[in-house]
């Protein structure tokens, strides 16, 4: 459920994308760039309080569905965020999307956990939620081996 998208930053706030959910990393891009520290709302205001100087932006905070920033940019930037994306619904027209292309069963036993209520004390309904947890628990792995390259984890020793 990773996306990437570029914006453009100029200003003070900057419209998320539809689909976003939550960031993973957002970060000014070009000759030099930065990566931008998520700040809380108060940590904003501090610093707005603190000095009004525009600048290379370096925090950021979530504000009423937009992208604060601060400083607030002293010329345009492109900003390159990667985030969690929402999913499309499935409708008439748009009848795919990744989920079912590619973990088809998490739908099956997510929906079958689902009709649980309607089928009263069906025995069933453990076994269901079981392979829909399993399912689920298979996306989750999957990812974790693609985001760590297929090769493990290693840990680095340092020498003092």
Same mark, same amino acid.
């Given at each position: 459920?990773?996306?990437?998208?570029?914006?453009?930053?100029?200003?003070?706030?900057?419209?998320?994308?539809?689909?976003?959910?939550?960031?993973?990393?957002?970060?000014?891009?070009?000759?030099?760039?930065?990566?931008?520290?998520?700040? &809380? $709302?108060?940590?904003?205001?501090?610093?707005?309080? !603190?000095?009004?100087?525009?600048?290379?932006?370096? *925090?950021?905070?979530? @504000?009423?569905?937009?992208?604060?920033?601060?400083?607030?940019?002293?010329?345009?930037?492109?900003?390159?965020?990667?985030?969690?994306?929402?999913?499309?619904?499935?409708?008439?027209?748009?009848?795919?999307?990744?989920?079912?292309?590619?973990?088809?069963?998490?739908?099956?036993?997510?929906?079958? &956990? $689902?009709?649980?209520?309607?089928?009263?004390?069906? !025995?069933?309904?453990?076994?269901?939620?079981?392979? *829909?947890?399993?399912? @689920?628990?298979?996306?989750?792995?999957?990812?974790?081996?693609?985001?760590?390259?297929?090769?493990?984890?290693?840990?680095?020793?340092?020498?003092?």
């Amino acid at each position: 459920m990773e996306s990437r998208s570029n914006a453009v930053l100029d200003t003070q706030y900057s419209a998320l994308p539809d689909d976003f959910l939550e960031p993973v990393r957002l970060q000014i891009t070009g000759s030099n760039p930065s990566r931008l520290e998520l700040i &809380t $709302h108060g940590e904003m205001m501090d610093k707005r309080e !603190a000095s009004s100087t525009a600048a290379t932006p370096r *925090f950021y905070a979530f @504000i009423d569905g937009s992208i604060e920033v601060y400083p607030t940019p002293d010329q345009a930037y492109t900003l390159e965020m990667v985030y969690y994306s929402s999913l499309d619904a499935l409708t008439s027209s748009n009848t795919t999307n990744w989920i079912i292309t590619y973990h088809p069963d998490a739908y099956l036993y997510g929906a079958l &956990t $689902h009709s649980a209520p309607y089928l009263a004390e069906d !025995a069933r309904t453990q076994v269901w939620a079981t392979l *829909f947890q399993n399912a @689920i628990t298979g996306i989750n792995m999957e990812d974790d081996k693609v985001k760590a390259g297929g090769s493990g984890h290693r840990i680095r020793i340092r020498s003092f």
